[in-house]
Every structure is written in C-alpha cells, then in structure tokens.
C-alpha cells in the first residue's frame, strides 16, 4: 500500500510549502522513548529516517486529527480574518440601526410634543404652572419647535397647531454619510495613536502596552479610554460639517439646535467606535506577532 493509497485527497498539513516540520528530529525523539520504554536502553535501532518517514505517514493522514503548527497558525489567521468581517459587518449594522434609530426617535418625539401642546389648556390643565410644566417638557422634547410659556396664549395656540410643527431637515442618509465621516476621521487617529503609543518601542514594552490596551478597552477602563484619541465636540463647526456632509444635505444654518447636536453625535459615534476598533486591532496585531517569534 503506498502513502496515497491511505490518505486523503485534501492537501495534506505536511505538504504545505509553509510547513517547516522537522520529521528527522521528531523521528529521533520517538526511537529514543521506544529504545528506553521497550528495550531500556538508548542504542538506535533502525535510523531516524525510518522513525521520521513513519512519523509523517502517520500524522499527515487526515484521518489522524492532527496538525502542524503551521497549518494550526494558518487557521487562526483565516478565523481572525471571518471575526474581523463578522465585526465589520455588524458595526456597519449597528451604524445604519443607529441612524434609523435617531430619525425614528426625533419623529416620536416631535409627535408627542405636538400632541401634548395641543392637549394643554386651561381646562385640561387649570394650574398655569402645571401647563408651563407641561409645556416645558414638550419644548425638551421636541426643542425645535418652540412653544409658548403657557397654552393660553395666542402664541401657544399658534404653536400647537399641527402646520406649524418644524420637519427637521436631517434624515437617516445624512446622519449616515456624517457617521462615515466620523470613521474616516478616527481611523487616521489609530495611525497617530499607533505612532505615539507603540512604534519606537521595545517588543516587550509593545506587548505590555497592547495587552493593557485591550484590557481595558474590553473593562470599559476610564483610564485607558480616556488616553485613546478623542473627538473634538467643542470644535465641531460650520466649516467641519461642510466638508462632512454629504452633497445635497442642508446648511449648517439651516439646522435647528437639536438637528445640530444629532450631526455631532453621529460623528462623535463613528469617531470613537473606529478608533477603538482600530486600536484593538493594531493590538492583537501586535501581540499575534509576538506569539508567532515565541
């Protein structure tokens, strides 16, 4: 019977240009525990070359269950890349929830503002400042369309009306391109932090660096958050969001207040989740290449 005649058709791990297995000493390992198990004593009976060519027809067959080191490394490396797809995949996801999230929020919350300054009047509520209460919390909810201090008043009439009610010109595609943005952004970061974090460095001091990194990144550590790049929300401008957006998206101007602060935190949160995703990977970069000199 030949070698082919009991193996598999699959390309064996052995055979594997990669594979760097040393059969000859593997073999020489395995005849000296057979001379001192069997025989006790330590004389070479048949030949390492023997003991390796019976060591590689054994373990290369599929059938067996085992691998090389080299093939066991290709594994994890091509599993590395499925989670890294699989986590793109679902940040991608989690970004367009997020946005339609957003819009279908400030819709709920425009309707129910609207309806609670239509409901609000003196007979409904008497206690004037029980109205303005009420009011209030409509103007919270809904802040770009304004209400008057009471429903009494022939501005709060005017308000309450449902033609009146501000659409907001910021929609789920927009808050999108804004998140892309925010990402585009925070990846350059990760090349800085990298630069300033890990480059120049030691291998160990990289390691250490890398692990303590994810650790805390996975702890939700305050400290080692708070050392990752971080988006600037004071400095978000009029000039920002011009080169963000995307074309055919309204001024910056044109934006109420809470329609502004929606544009922020859709660039904040594509910001902060690239750059700790991109920093988590440049880490077990790091400690991926530190395991395979070991």
Same mark, same amino acid.
């Given at each position: ?6 193996t ?16 000859v ?10 001379n001192?198990?069997?025989?006790h004593e ?24 085992w691998?090389?080191?080299a093939?066991?490394?290709w594994?994890l ?5 499925v ?8 940040n ?6 997020r946005?339609?999230?957003a ?9 129910l503002?609207?309806w ?17 209460? @009420? /009011?209030?919390?409509? &103007?919270?909810? +809904?802040? !770009?369309?304004? #209400? %008057?201090?009471y429903?009494?008043?022939p =501005?709060?009439?005017?308000?309450s ?7 907001s ?8 391109a804004?998140?892309?943005?925010g ?14 974090a ?12 890398a692990?303590? @990194? /994810?650790?805390?990144? &996975?702890?939700? +550590?305050? !400290?080692?958050? #708070? %050392? ?5 929300? =004071?400095?978000?401008d009029?000039?920002r ?5 995307p074309?055919g ?8 207040d ?18 700790r ?18």
């Open positions: 019977m030949t070698d082919t005649d009991h598999s058709s699959r390309k064996q791990p052995g055979n594997r240009p990669e594979d760097h297995t040393d059969w000493a593997l073999g020489r390992r395995l005849q000296n525990i057979q001192t198990l069997v025989h330590s004389t070479p009976r048949y030949g390492d070359d023997y003991y390796a060519e019976a060591l590689r027809r054994l373990l290369t067959d599929s059938r067996c269950g691998i090389s080191s093939e066991h490394q594994l490396d091509l599993h590395t890349q989670d890294r797809r699989n986590a793109q995949e679902a991608r996801r989690a970004r367009e929830a946005a339609r999230y819009t279908a929020s400030r819709k709920i919350r425009a309707e503002a609207g609670l300054r239509r409901v609000t009047n003196e007979r409904t509520v008497p206690a004037r400042y029980r109205r303005e209460g @009420v /009011l209030l919390a409509a &103007d919270w909810l +809904d802040p !770009a369309t304004s #209400a %008057a201090p429903a009494g008043s =501005a709060s009439a005017a308000s009306s449902p033609r009146q009610v501000a659409v010109p910021v929609g789920s595609e927009v808050l999108l804004l998140r892309n943005a990402e585009r952004e925070g990846r350059l970061a990760v090349g800085w932090w990298q630069q300033h890990l480059e120049g460095r030691t291998a160990s001091e990289q390691e250490r660096t692990q303590a @990194v /994810l650790d805390g990144i &996975d702890s939700s +550590d305050d !400290a080692v958050v #708070a %050392a990752l790049p971080r988006f600037d929300v =004071a400095g978000y009029a000039d969001y011009q080169a963000h957006a074309v998206a309204p001024g910056w101007s044109e934006l109420p809470h329609d502004q602060a929606l544009v922020v935190e859709a660039v904040r949160d594509g910001f902060t989740d690239a750059v995703d991109g920093v988590a990977v440049r880490c077990h970069a790091v400690l991926t290449a530190r395991e395979g000199t070991r």
